[in-house]
C-alpha cells in the first residue's frame, strides 16, 4: 500500500492512510499503529488531531455528504415533461451519480463494509422513487413496473461496479475506475436495457 506523501501536512496523511485501511481492512481491524505507519507520523498523533481512532473515522467519513449527491438529486427534483425528458434526465442522473461514486469510492467502500445507512442515501432513493412514480402517473411509465425493485436494481449495478472493480479489471480488462469511455458505454448498455429491455417488441420479426 503506498504511503502519503511527505509534503501533506500529517493530519491530511492520517485522514488519507486512515481511508486505505479502513476500505481495505474495516474499522475493527484497522489499527492506530498500522495507520500512524503508513501515514508516517507518530504513534500519539490520531489521537493529537482526532481523539481516537473512532474519531479519525468520522472525519473521514464526513466527507459522504449530501453535498456528493447534490447534482444527480437536483437532476430529478422535479417531474419529466415528456418521455423522452424522461429518458434524457436518467442518463445525466445515473451518469453523475456513477461519476460520484468513483470519485468518493473509498468512502463507499467503507460505508459498505460498515453497513453503514446514511441519511443521504434515504433521500437519494426516496426522490428516485418519487420521480419515477410521477412518470407512471403521467403515462411515461408502465402501470406494472415495480419501482422499489427497478430502484434496488439499478443503484446495485452501479455500486458492484465500484466494489468489484479489481475484479472487473482482472476479467475483461477494463478498468472501471479510469477508463471514461467504458463508464459511458457500460451505462449505455445497462440503460439501454432498462429503458427498452431485452426482448424484440411484438410488432418485430423474431
Not at 498523533?45 to 473515522?57: I, T
Not at 467519513?61 to 438529486?73: A, C, K, L, N, R
Request: hydrophobic share 40%; net charge negative.
Amino acid at each position: 500500500m503506498e504511503q502519503p506523501q511527505k509534503s501533506i501536512l500529517p493530519r491530511d496523511r492520517l485522514i488519507e492512510a486512515g481511508t486505505a485501511l479502513f476500505s481495505q481492512h474495516g474499522f475493527a481491524a484497522a489499527t492506530v499503529r498500522e495507520i500512524c505507519g503508513l501515514a508516517d507520523v507518530g504513534g500519539n498523533m490520531v489521537h493529537h488531531y482526532f481523539g481516537n481512532k473512532q474519531g479519525l473515522f468520522d472525519e473521514i467519513m464526513s466527507g459522504f455528504t449530501e453535498d456528493v449527491w447534490q447534482v444527480p438529486m437536483r437532476i430529478i427534483s422535479a417531474p419529466a415533461e415528456s418521455r423522452q425528458n424522461l429518458i434524457s434526465r436518467l442518463e445525466i442522473f445515473f451518469e453523475e451519480t456513477f461519476e460520484a461514486l468513483v470519485s468518493h469510492r473509498r468512502l463507499y467502500e467503507m460505508a459498505v463494509r460498515e453497513k453503514m445507512i446514511f441519511e443521504v442515501f434515504t433521500s437519494y432513493t426516496t426522490q428516485f422513487v418519487r420521480y419515477i412514480e410521477a412518470a407512471k402517473q403521467a403515462g411515461f411509465v408502465r402501470e406494472a413496473l415495480d419501482i422499489e425493485m427497478l430502484t434496488g436494481f439499478v443503484l446495485d449495478r452501479l455500486g458492484n461496479q465500484i466494489l468489484f472493480a479489481s475484479w472487473i479489471e482482472k476479467t475483461s480488462g477494463h478498468n472501471v475506475l479510469t477508463d471514461r469511455d467504458y463508464r459511458r458505454r457500460w451505462l449505455k448498455a445497462n440503460l439501454d436495457f432498462v429503458f427498452h429491455g431485452m426482448l424484440t417488441c411484438r410488432t418485430e420479426s423474431p
